[in-house]
């Protein structure tokens, strides 16, 4: 079975600063990857997914996300932080049609 | 196109009692995903039902049970109601043209309180 694993459960950044929000999968094959974004008491949203056509992924919301083989991450960034983020993001890999998520990190930016 | 539906928001229920959740996929989504997301577990997969059939299972009780429907909506139940069942749950669909890549489109998800 896949794993996901989301390096810290909280994170804080002020606004305007980078936000960078990690993640490491195990897979012996090249997954698919996705981040997701949860506002509270909503749904999951989708902020970008990797399916191999290229490793640097653009979301919406200024996000983006590297695949990186090599280290087995695909870590997600955004360059300003906005109050607007703060949220609860996911990481998730698919498997043959299963997805497996990570715990998730809160994000707090701070004004 | 609508987004993925699911009823009631929120629910308060009893131990003992069972409870019936649905959910309506985006429109010519075949495949329906449930998650139980609580704040100590994260989320958790419960099962996967595509063209009425269940093609993935979680690690849960077979108190937690599932069907879809021709027209693609899905409910599931859950009998004999925990406290330990109190949590968000959350239906995802997708259209699963090609096995793997497709994006799961989440719902608002229902809010279950047993008491």
């Known amino acids: 079975a896949q794993s996901v694993t989301q390096l810290g459960s909280h994170v804080s950044v002020s606004e305007g600063a980078l936000v960078l929000l990690r993640c490491n999968y195990s897979s012996s094959v090249p997954p698919y990857l996705f981040w997701y974004v949860q506002y509270p008491n909503q749904g999951l949203q989708l902020l970008l997914k990797y399916t191999s056509a290229a490793t640097l992924v653009k979301g919406i919301n200024d996000f983006e996300a590297e695949f990186k083989k090599s280290e087995t991450s695909f870590h997600l960034t955004k360059p300003s932080a906005h109050m607007s983020d703060a949220a609860e993001y996911f990481c998730a890999v698919s498997d043959r049609g299963q997805f497996y998520f990570g715990t998730g990190t809160s994000l707090t930016v701070i004004p | ?115």
């Open chain 2, 1 to 115: 196109k609508a987004g993925v539906t699911q009823t009631p928001r929120y629910l308060i229920k009893t131990r003992g009692q069972q409870v019936t959740l649905s959910c309506s996929p985006i429109s010519g989504h075949r495949s329906v995903s449930w998650y139980q997301q609580t704040p100590g577990q994260g989320l958790q997969f419960l099962f996967e039902y595509f063209s009425e059939t269940q093609r993935n299972k979680g690690n849960f009780p077979g108190r937690f049970s599932g069907r879809q429907f021709s027209n693609s909506r899905s409910e599931m139940n859950v009998s004999t109601l925990e406290l330990g069942d109190s949590a968000l749950y959350l239906c995802a669909s997708s259209s699963q043209t090609s096995v793997g890549t497709d994006t799961q489109y989440f719902g608002p998800g229902t809010r279950l309180t047993v008491l």
